[in-house]
């Protein structure tokens, strides 16, 4: 669900100075392995198109999947049914689609309105590492 209100402002242009209520979702930035697949076939019984083959292969990767519950993974199941009928042509989809889209984050911009921000996979420090912090001091 979309966190309701205005975008954040960048850092030192708030207006408000208090502790904002929807805190920011931070998720590993490394793609989603274990998603549910893409039915063999439609509903209807024909093949899926390669597109939608291809946008259900991007979708159900990325990174913040790692959050979304069943009725998420329903959610985008039923919106592979729209772009499946929007690859074949019927383009008045469109809207529907990118409404959908914005809900489960797929751009930088609809991530941004449901708070939800990709962060660097931290390296392990091997212990055969010096500490630069030893030797500041001498």
Not at 5 to 28: C, I, L, M, N, S
Not at 82 to 107: H, N, Q
Not at 111 to 132: C, G, K, N, T, W
């Amino acid at each position: 669900m979309p966190v309701t209100g205005r975008k954040p402002k960048p850092q030192g242009q708030a207006v408000t100075r208090h502790k904002q209520v929807h805190d920011w979702t931070e998720v590993v930035e490394v793609p989603f392995h274990g998603g549910r697949s893409l039915p063999v076939r439609q509903p209807d019984g024909k093949p899926w198109p390669p597109q939608t083959k291809r946008w259900w292969k991007t979708i159900s990767s990325m990174p913040h999947c790692v959050l979304w519950a069943d009725a998420d993974w329903m959610f985008a199941e039923h919106t592979a049914r729209l772009v499946a009928r929007f690859d074949i042509g019927d383009t008045r989809l469109a809207k529907e689609i990118r409404d959908r889209e914005r809900v489960l984050g797929t751009t930088v911009d609809y991530r941004r309105d449901l708070r939800i921000r990709y962060v660097p996979e931290v390296a392990e420090v091997s212990a055969d590492v010096v500490s630069l912090d030893d030797y500041r001091n001498l």
